[in-house]
Structure formats: C-alpha cells, structure tokens
C-alpha cells in the first residue's frame, strides 16, 4: 500500500495531525540517540525501512524534500555520530541511511550545499582511509570497522557535485597504501565497491589498476582452491572482483 512519507518527517509549514498511525521520526531518533543497544537497534532498523520507502516514494513521484535543512542536517548528525558504533548492526543501519540521504537526487540547492560543506563526513572518510589503510586490516574487528563507511564513501562520490575534499582525502598516495595493505584474505564486497567508486570518479590511475588486478587475481585463486578443498559445501557468495570494473 502507498505511503505518505510526509507524514513521518515535519514539514516545515504544517499544523495537520498524523493521518497515520505511526512513530515520528523525532522519536525514532530519540530511540536511536538515546536508547540502549538493542534499542538502537530495532530504531535503526526502522528508520531504514522508512527511508527505503521515502526512496521508492521519490522514484515514483519525485519532489523535494518538505523539511528544514536544519532537521536535514540533525538527522545526517545523529547518524554520523553512529557509523563507527561498536555493534556492526547499529553501525551499518545508520551508515545505509546516510548513504541514502546522501543520494536523494532532487535536493534543493541549500540542502546540497549544506551535505557538501559537512566536515563530518570528512572526518568519517579520513577514518576510513586510516582503517584501510593500517595493517591491522586483516583482523576480524578492523574488517566490520570499516565497512559501514563504505557505504557514505559510495554515496559521497556518485553525488552531483562531489564534495571537493574527497579529492584530498583519496590522493594517489593514500589509495597505494591501501591497495598495498590488501592481499587475497581480507578483499571484501565493501573494498570491491569503493574501488569501483573511485575507478569511476577518475581517482584511479593506471599503476593502480594493475596492481588491484594482481590483488584481485591472487583472491581468485584463493577461492578457487577453497572451492576445490571444500566441493562438498555449498558455495560461498561471489564477489565481482572484474578488472573490467575498473579500467579507465
């Protein structure tokens, strides 16, 4: 059944009451900020569900968002503050709802311009570049930390105009680090999204393709030969790992 998602999120002129039941979006941040862990949880949970039917609403009818851009610039606040939260689930919740806020394609130019001079989402991609780009990358924690933010990283590159710093944070010198910190065990469905990210924002020059192609190379043999090992086992989810990805 469609939904008004206007009913969810405060205009910024509006008197009428809800003509749905339902939890306001207000409260579900509350939840988010101030409950406990299971709660930040279930909140999360239902603030996605919410925001994927916002999206699917817009495909199908767009128009701009009929809130404030300080509501705006709360809501990305509150899930800023969650995207490195110590329980994956919480993190990577807040992280697919900021990324998808990040790609509302319809925001007025005020709203992009208010995403664009965030410096928040700055430091969150400088994080990520830390994470990937340490040696502590094939630990298990150091693998969940960092997925979450792939996920804004994605959205920050394909948004239109892409925020001018993400250039300095994703410098030459910064991507060889990371592609040196990679090997065939801690190559990841997030690491393949990046690159391809950045393969197609121009951030990636030859000498970097040639050496993913190497990483991705030595990962397909690694899975070939689990594959082989272990016949009997169902298999394991394939990872697009194509150098085709990301040719220039």
């Given at each position: 059944?469609?939904?008004?998602?206007?009913?969810?999120?405060?205009?910024?002129?509006?008197?009428?009451?809800?003509?749905?039941?339902?939890?306001?979006?207000?409260?579900?941040?509350?939840?988010?900020h101030?409950?406990?862990?299971?709660?930040?949880?279930?909140?999360?949970?239902?603030?996605?569900?919410?925001?994927?039917?916002?999206?699917?609403?817009?495909?199908?009818?767009?128009?701009?968002?009929?809130?404030?851009?300080?509501?705006?610039?709360?809501?990305?606040?509150?899930?800023?503050?969650?995207?490195?939260?110590?329980?994956?689930?919480?993190?990577?919740?807040c992280?697919?709802?900021?990324?998808?806020?990040?790609?509302?394609?319809?925001?007025?130019?005020?709203?992009?311009?208010a995403?664009?001079?965030?410096?928040?989402?700055?430091?969150?991609?400088?994080?990520?570049?830390?994470?990937?780009?340490?040696?502590?990358?094939?630990?298990?924690?150091?693998?969940?930390?960092?997925?979450?933010?792939v996920?804004?990283?994605?959205?920050?590159?394909?948004?239109e105009?892409?925020?001018?710093?993400?250039?300095?944070?994703?410098?030459?010198?910064?991507?060889?680090?990371?592609?040196?910190?990679?090997?065939?065990?801690?190559?990841?469905?997030?690491?393949?999204?990046?690159?391809?990210?950045?393969?197609?924002?121009?951030?990636?020059?030859?000498?970097?393709i040639?050496?993913?192609?190497?990483?991705?190379?030595?990962?397909?043999?690694?899975?070939?030969?689990?594959?082989?090992?272990?016949?009997?086992?169902?298999?394991?989810?394939?990872?697009?790992?194509?150098?085709?990805?990301?040719?220039?």
């Amino acid at each position: 059944d469609s939904c008004r998602w206007q009913d969810y999120l405060p205009t910024i002129s509006t008197t009428s009451a809800l003509k749905l039941p339902c939890i306001n979006c207000q409260d579900i941040c509350r939840l988010i900020h101030f409950g406990s862990s299971s709660m930040k949880l279930v909140a999360s949970h239902y603030l996605l569900e919410l925001l994927i039917k916002i999206s699917e609403e817009k495909r199908s009818n767009p128009h701009e968002i009929k809130c404030s851009v300080e509501y705006l610039q709360s809501l990305i606040a509150l899930l800023q503050g969650l995207v490195f939260y110590s329980d994956i689930r919480v993190a990577m919740n807040c992280a697919l709802c900021l990324s998808m806020i990040l790609g509302w394609e319809n925001f007025g130019w005020h709203e992009k311009q208010a995403i664009n001079k965030d410096k928040w989402c700055r430091v969150i991609m400088e994080e990520l570049a830390l994470l990937l780009g340490t040696p502590s990358l094939a630990s298990k924690t150091f693998t969940n930390q960092y997925k979450p933010a792939v996920y804004i990283a994605a959205a920050l590159l394909k948004s239109e105009p892409t925020p001018r710093w993400i250039k300095s944070v994703f410098d030459n010198a910064c991507i060889s680090v990371i592609i040196n910190n990679l090997s065939s065990i801690n190559i990841s469905v997030e690491i393949v999204q990046l690159f391809r990210e950045l393969a197609r924002s121009g951030y990636l020059n030859q000498e970097h393709i040639n050496r993913l192609h190497h990483v991705f190379q030595a990962r397909f043999s690694t899975m070939e030969a689990q594959s082989e090992l272990h016949s009997t086992r169902a298999p394991s989810r394939c990872i697009n790992l194509s150098p085709i990805a990301f040719s220039l």
